[in-house]
């Protein structure tokens, strides 16, 4: 099909060409001498885009998932209770990774489109006088649902009922996009991967693990070997790994991170704030609803857009990747036929954000929906003059 | 800047990705064995691109401008009178070409936004008892004003007149983006180039000429030789060339042709006059008036906008730059400041000719254009959902 | 450095130039209509190279070390005891990981250089009559040293015991460059990765089951989630993957098995044993050993070359790779600093096979070896030039 | 065919990867903003490449050939008589293109191998008392032979004679691999190309004019348009070119330029003056010649060696090229079918040195040449090691 795909899925992106360039270098020996060089620049970086200093970065060949389950394996042993949020199909999936890896998981089960508030998390633990649980497992962003949940009221929340449990927080669809503070949130383990914020193609899963979580690992009993932390930090220290890198993915996760920190966090932050505060205006100006239950929790990285009866979103998805070369998100779950996802993460631009609305117009169009053609993206230009992008320092 | 940059200026137009592939693959041996199958298959394929069987096609190192030079050293003689119309920028470039290289241009200047048309050529031809004209120069498309001329009508008129003067014509900005017919249309000596509707960028200067030209070669006394087409035919007879060939350009004028081939030529230009329908759809819902003097005229390739008094067109190429990653093409000679060019030619789809649309709203509208945000994109999305896609058969 | 880097590790090799650009492909959405016709296409073409119908393939994101990881947990449950082989690095690696894993394993440790034999293989099978084993770790091509097994001869030794064991192989290092026949040869899980002779970059696991395996999964208690086999299948049956899935990584691999169905299997093997028959001559005309214990347990995929005392092969491996641009693989374990290895598998020609050795003697050279100059190059041309490629059909 | 192919050619070499990805970048509008500081950034450095302060650079999409014609039309008028030396196939180019163009060419044939002395050049300008000539014409590094010669004696003959004619030097094979000083020299004009010393792939003209030859121009009464200097310079000035460029091959440019001043030019030379040495000692233990007349002016570029009778250079080169994926240069004119070219220019590392000459003995091996296998080889392996690279500053 001629032209370029718009690939508005809530992750992976389009990736910048300066990354794909990047991972198109040549092959390097992940024993030799020049590697060192790669991978020792490579971890301050990532821990600058997780605003920590005192947290250890860790690389796995492997997707979010095979992070999530690293973050488990490493601090709990067999049988160890978790308490866990379900908010939508990524926030369970962290659950019943616990579960299948052997965790006894105390899952309280939300309503898609709410985030996590401190006062349940509370109640929750104050309730846990024994401290049986082990770990808090929590989603900074949902991806199933476009939500963001309030890391720091959590930790605070932890805080306030004096509960020792670990705080593992997935931020896989977060970082790099909204704001991620692992020191002054008390994050004990965050995961992430590269497909998402960081611009890459998937392929990597990356933690950050506190002191906490290091010292959790040393008694730690559950069986581990390619999600152990131990080998892959002592190779880490001299700059290797303990079994072979996904070196390629290391080129265009050095160059991305670059281009994050040549930009400067709070800038990709605001723009992900504009492209998202102009993707809900046009959604309302549809007359559609952002299935976030209040606009505080709205995720500046995916919006999902609730659907009028009789308009299927699958259908949607098919018409508009076949008519228009564009790709969205389904609506997942409960969802499943009756919203769909926009993504407006990572290197996008104004232009882009309007060509995905004006083609999320035409397909609803195609569909019989009722919609003012141009409408949504006559709003989003509006807000985009309205509030031009902030320069960069 | 993040995000993809739209090229929307009248050539080169964004690359296909497959086509910038072939670019980068490692060089072969230009006088080497497997180098005769890449050059060998090649002109067969663009012959069918001219629609051609008796011409012979030509390709040097260089851009247009070196195209044009090489169709008039190789057919006239020192001081040898031709026939020229300007009709804009690109066409007046002709005939330049053809003065500062010896030739006696007899230049009929129309104003921008004509085309030229087969009565006026018959009136100059049939002056011309005495056919002191050596040659007809024309433009199939021009770039400077997006206008047409119907090159059959032109070559009626040199029939009708019964004048012996070669044909020669720029389709630089047409050929694989409208219609063009070497054989059909009597053209002696057709001028091309990679950058336009071939999918490439600028490197390479594309000839067809005619068996008349050809014969016309022999006699023609203007010093050559790096234009020359001698040299040229006989070592391409062979699948070489007589210097080194730009082997990178070849690679991925191989591909381009095959993806031009594979969509089709008819649906490659029924798809060129549906971004072409859309764009001036959106022109006029604007308000605005599209330079050209009379529909039938409308190029297919580039749409030139004129813009009302106060609103500076160099600005807005300025601003739709720097703040929208758009670039555009200007208003040339008499128009600079008054119009500017919308390039809507090669691999491009839907959202990013709507993209293309809402980037020239939102940046008239920054520099105070009575515009309405939108209106533009919702006449061009109606348009195109009116008008889908024809099916590649 | 200026020229290009001579990647002679025992993988990954240098990466064929078409893999590469399969990889920059833009990437598509992993839950869309396209990415059915990529994924499906894939899996029988892997089924080919693992010479299998009855298999399943399996592939993730992950290292090798990831699908030994999953071919354990995926059969076994908390506590079984498997038989597993040391001969070096891998295959002990493979055994720490089933340890690590949480299961009994049963290490037999034989002299690196060593192969697994049938007979040995059959006595300790023969004396578990309780049928406490429920498998059996092996490794097809031991990377560390350089050492083929005959697994053929492994499973006979399994049904002439009458051993009810699944018989696990690590293929990591064997695959697509040495002959492997998973029907024929009765395996019952066959891991393998991308960055060996499938001629991609690490960061995909890939496995191959029977339905032997399969079988056993069903009552395996092992915890797992990330390499379940379970939502791989059914998830793969239509196309799709459970998790993201390395979108650019499978790009490549449906290329570069392209690559190796196109040239033949049989074709890419002759190859192999043509390069390392050539290397293994230069070895013999320096006058140094050969680490496996006999000729017919060389590996047509490294060579691991025994230095005279005196020359430390990690500081051969410095020079060669600061001063000559070439990286060389180091002598792992007991063979540290006393040999390295020579890594002749994937894309590789003659002439990148003489300028290896030429590098080699080159450095060895100037760290004070006896050693003449040319000596191995000339040994291997004469031996090249005797034995040309074979034809492909 | 696996592997790497070895483009060993008198040029184009073997591109570095860093220039083959610059020109994939996405194009960039040719008019725009940020193109200025693309272009502005390129003729600062290829100053310094040709070593002036007084020279104007100028950049034409065309291949060298095209470099000539623009030394010769802007600077002649018709029938203007030069003075050109012809000491192979390329200096012999020279004078026919300026004889082609119009030009009264006194042509003096010295044998293939010779260089052009200072003597030879005074004796006939000496005797054309009436300053006739109004330019020499002479060859920097002839590709054909591997012949360099000495420019500053070239220009010292001319002001020997006080001879008024600008002198007009080819460096298409010379720059960037061998010195050259544009300034001390007293050079008028210098003709290069992108395909050679500058590491790029053929599509590039590249001038050097110094203020006399800028000051002929002006009453030089050539026709002249593609290759005109005029508006090149006076857009040049803004950023800008006249015509479209081929902006991709600017993008390798500029990565080219910077990896060769980064290197540094010395350091350029002398690495070419070793790889040439290692040429020229293996030619020499196989027992052949070197055509170049005397040792001071072999080529550090090229090799052109001299087979004994009964050995067929055409017939090397199609079983290097077929069986050992090695392309060579061919013997041209007389030379045909008796001697072949080894390009050892670009970037290039000792391997890649070895690995030539390694294919080049297998061949000549293969055709019944009485060549001793690796005795090459190892001449120029001894060679490199007793003269290692000079270390960069």
Request: charged share 20%.
């Amino acid at each position: 099909m001629p032209g370029r795909h718009f690939l508005q899925i809530p992750g992976p992106a389009n990736i910048p060409d300066r990354v794909t360039q990047a991972m198109s270098r040549p092959l390097m020996n992940h024993r030799g001498i020049a590697f060192k060089d790669l991978s020792l620049g490579l971890f301050p970086k990532l821990k600058k885009i997780f605003k920590t200093e005192r947290g250890t970065v860790i690389i796995f060949p492997s997707s979010g998932t095979g992070a999530w389950e690293s973050s488990l394996v490493n601090t709990l042993s067999p049988g160890d209770a978790v308490l866990a949020f379900s908010i939508g199909e990524f926030s369970a999936g962290y659950a019943r990774c616990a579960k299948n890896n052997g965790f006894a998981v105390d899952l309280v089960e939300l309503p898609w489109g709410s985030s996590v508030s401190e006062a349940l998390v509370y109640e929750k633990l104050k309730a846990d006088a024994g401290h049986k649980y082990k770990a808090v497992l929590t989603i900074h962003n949902e991806t199933a649902t476009g939500v963001a949940t309030d890391i720091a009221a959590v930790r605070e929340a932890l805080n306030k009922a004096k509960h020792p449990a670990l705080l593992l927080v997935d931020t896989i669809s977060g970082l790099a996009s909204i704001d991620f503070r692992f020191d002054a949130w008390g994050v004990d383990v965050a995961t992430a991967c590269s497909q998402k914020g960081l611009l890459m193609p998937a392929g990597l899963g990356i933690l950050c693990a506190s002191e906490k979580a290091l010292k959790a690992r040393e008694s730690a009993k559950s069986p581990r070997h390619y999600f152990d932390w131990g080998p892959m930090m002592s190779r880490n220290a001299e700059g290797y790994f303990p079994y072979t890198p996904a070196t390629t993915l290391l080129y265009g996760l050095d160059e991305a991170t670059d281009l994050l920190l040549d930009e400067g966090l709070e800038h990709v932050f605001a723009r992900h704030a504009r492209m998202a505060d102009g993707v809900r205006t046009a959604v309302r100006a549809w007359g559609f609803k952002v299935l976030a239950e209040r606009p505080e929790v709205e995720s500046n990285v995916i919006t999902t857009v609730m659907l009028p009866p009789g308009v299927d979103s699958d259908a949607l998805l098919v018409l508009s990747e076949t008519e228009f070369d564009l790709s969205l998100g389904a609506g997942l779950g409960p969802l499943k036929g009756k919203a769909f996802r926009i993504g407006h993460l990572g290197h996008m631009n104004d232009l882009e954000v309007l060509a995905t609305l004006a083609g999320v117009e035409m397909a609803l169009s195609r569909l019989g929906a009722k919609i003012s053609l141009g409408a949504g993206v006559a709003a989003c230009q509006k807000r985009f003059l309205d509030h031009p992008m902030p320069k960069k320092n």
